[in-house]
């Protein structure tokens, strides 16, 4: 086995929003302007198509970046999925006659971003919100342009083909990408295939089923089918939506298959446990992939997915116990223990679980005492080195922002 793909290309620390550079030529008259997902032109002899157009605020950079290259009119934008680093920047490439493509779940995800996009962008903040910010400071004036809210003009159910100026795209229905109105390019005169986030941001990792910003769940089953779909096309070239091209028929084959076979394989232990009677904590802690089955855990993790396939399946009760099927909150109780236990001792003993290597039990016991007294030093101190212990440990994206942000607020003065 070659070494997989995902311990040399770029983390997600290294995903920035679009910048006033050059775009990228990728040969074969595509070209590529890195941002918060990356947008793509294809020329044609009838114009040029742009594939997805990053957040609002970014619409303007990327159109610079392309008219550098191809000033020529856009015929046609697509999206290969309806979150709002794909569809935000729209309105900066729109002309009269330019059709906007998607497939044809796109008003579910688009009315989901509208009904929930307050809830969303707040937990989606704390991991984004620093660079989004930086780049709106630098931004020129007039780029600052609210999210787009899309009407495509042309939808397809399971297959779409184009013909423009020249160029030959069969677009593909592909419900298992991280939307269902998730879609793929197939160029079949050049074997190459866009497929935007159906991967994640990540390629060659596991695949967040659910976000911890808060998404639908993803169906792990479906997603297996679409990467089954991606290795029936056989792609010489995948251009994702992250970082550089994969280029090599047998390389791509290679990696497909194991993260293909690594998510069947936490599917199939989870399954498994949960008809044996195991509880999903111990599945979460149990579930591990074996090392043919090498697959980065960056943006999502075994862990999580373990949950998300139970939950997908079966529901947020957990058969463990009564307080489940009623409105009480984990820690309503908080207050109770601590007057019964002592905040001191649950600090100690916090701290003696920290020590013996235990730093998520320490933090389940200074939740306690914190929920009762948010001010209580001790618990501050020992919550924070917990914290810190799990960051230091961690190199998922995800993880590690929440874990900044925790650090960050029990370090502030009470």
């Known amino acids: 086995m070659t070494t997989p793909l995902h311990r040399t290309r770029p983390g997600a620390s290294s995903i920035r929003p679009a910048r006033d550079e ?82 044809a779940n796109f008003w579910i995800w688009r009315d989901d971003n509208e009904r929930l996009e307050t809830f969303r962008t707040r937990n989606a903040a704390f991991a984004w919100i620093d660079a989004i910010m930086a780049a709106l400071a630098h931004a020129r004036a007039g780029d600052v342009a609210g999210q787009a809210r899309p009407e495509p003009t042309l939808t397809f159910e399971e ?36 497929t935007g986030n159906l991967f994640g941001p990540l390629f060659g990792h596991v695949p967040n089923l659910v976000t911890i910003r808060g998404d639908r769940y993803r169906d792990a089953l479906t997603y297996v089918a679409s990467l089954d779909q991606v290795l029936a096309l056989a792609p010489q070239r995948l251009i994702t939506g992250h970082f550089d091209p994969i280029d090599g028929a047998e390389v791509i084959a290679e990696e497909v298959t194991r993260m293909r076979d690594a998510t069947r394989y936490v599917h199939d232990r989870t399954v498994d446990g949960m008809n044996a009677g195991v509880d999903v904590h111990t599945l979460m802690a149990q579930v591990a992939l074996p090392a043919e089955l090498d697959v980065g855990e960056g943006y ?45 001792a649950l600090v100690d003993a916090a701290r003696a679980r920290l020590d013996a290597d235990a730093a998520v039990e320490a933090i389940q016991l200074t939740d306690l005492v914190l929920a009762a007294e948010p001010d209580h030093a001790g618990a501050r101190h020992v919550a924070r080195r917990a914290h810190e212990v799990l960051l230091d440990a961690s190199t998922n994206f995800w993880e590690r922002a929440w874990l900044t942000r925790a650090v960050t607020r029990l370090s502030e003065e009470p």
């Open 22 to 103: 050059p775009a990228v030529d990728l040969g074969d008259g595509i070209w590529m302007h890195e941002g918060l997902s990356n947008s793509y032109l294809l020329a044609t002899d009838a114009g040029r198509v742009v594939v997805n157009t990053g957040m609002g605020f970014e619409g303007p950079v990327h159109r610079r970046a392309f008219d550098a290259v191809d000033a020529s009119p856009t015929t046609h934008v697509i999206l290969t999925q309806g979150h709002f680093d794909h569809v935000g920047g729209v309105d900066s490439f729109l002309e009269p006659a330019t059709e906007v493509v998607a497939q």
């Open 159 to 194: 297959e779409l083909e184009l013909r423009i100026g020249g160029r030959h795209l069969q677009l593909l229905a592909s419900p298992g990408g991280e939307t269902t109105d998730s879609l793929l390019i197939w160029l079949p005169e050049t074997g190459t295939l866009f």
């Open 300 to 344: 999502g993790t075994v862990a999580w997915n373990v949950r998300a396939i139970w939950e997908n399946y079966a529901g947020w009760f957990h058969h463990r116990s009564t307080t489940e099927l009623y409105p009480v909150a984990p820690l309503a109780r908080a207050t109770d223990v601590v007057a019964l236990a002592g905040a001191d």
